[in-house]
């Protein structure tokens, strides 16, 4: 790899190279980092609706209870 940029400025390794690489695969990591904080939102409306569920049952089956 270091023979095929021996010869070619510094501004094509450390800046076109990289912006070329942005470019074709940026939206792939775009799609990535956006599947992921989805997936992480999911889990955790998850676990507050299960949260909830279990606090609004515990406190209707307690006061039923309290009641007979």
């Given at each position: ?5 021996k010869g070619?400025p510094?501004?094509?390794k450390?800046v076109?190279v ?8 940026g939206?792939?990591v775009v ?12 889990v ?19 006061s039923s209870r309290d009641?007979?």
């Open positions: 790899m270091n023979e095929l940029f070619l510094w501004w094509v450390w076109a990289p912006v070329i690489a942005i470019v074709v695969f939206g792939l799609s990535v980092i956006g599947f992921l904080f989805g997936l992480l939102f999911k955790l409306l998850f676990a507050a609706l299960v949260g909830g569920l279990v606090f609004v049952v515990k406190k209707f089956t307690s009641s007979w």
